[in-house]
């Protein structure tokens, strides 16, 4: 299975959270393509079996809205099929975006692998221990 991971991070904590699922896929033999959204290679990303992909909340509790917005939009054809796990962090809210964005997903016929995982701030060790073991899933796959 060819696996894609992209996020989108500001702060840095989404980007840790990625850094723990590709740890994961590597730890249990996998390969992984990791790139931010904002050089991310459609094409590249599409010829993946699974997607993976990460946003930081932006503004009232939304994915990035100057680059993974379009993104979904412009290839919602793209994702029927595809198997997706979803991930990012919040500095405020609840983290709803991320159900959102599952519906979202699911309505582009693409399958949920598992739910999304979110934070509040910097991701805490548990956490980053429930990403690594999604990714080793990932890999498995």
Not at 17 to 36: Q, Y
Not at 66 to 92: I, Q, T
Not at 116 to 127: M, N, Q
Request: hydrophobic share 45%.
């Amino acid at each position: 299975m060819k696996i894609a991971l992209v996020y989108r991070s500001t702060t840095g904590r989404t980007e840790a959270m990625a850094k723990a699922i590709e740890e994961g896929i590597l730890a249990a033999g996998g390969a992984v393509n990791v790139s931010s959204i904002e050089d991310v290679n459609v094409d590249d990303v599409f010829a993946s079996d699974i997607l993976v992909l990460g946003s930081s909340a932006d503004g009232a509790e939304s994915i990035d809205e100057a680059n993974f917005v379009p993104f979904m939009e412009d290839n919602k054809d793209k994702f029927a099929g595809k198997k997706v796990f979803l991930f990012g962090s919040y500095g405020w809210g609840g983290g709803e975006y991320a159900n959102t964005w599952k519906d979202q997903v699911v309505e582009f016929g693409a399958e949920m692998i598992e739910e999304p995982v979110t934070c509040l701030e910097d991701p805490e060790d548990a956490t980053l221990d429930q990403l690594r073991e999604v990714g080793k899933k990932i890999a498995a796959l």
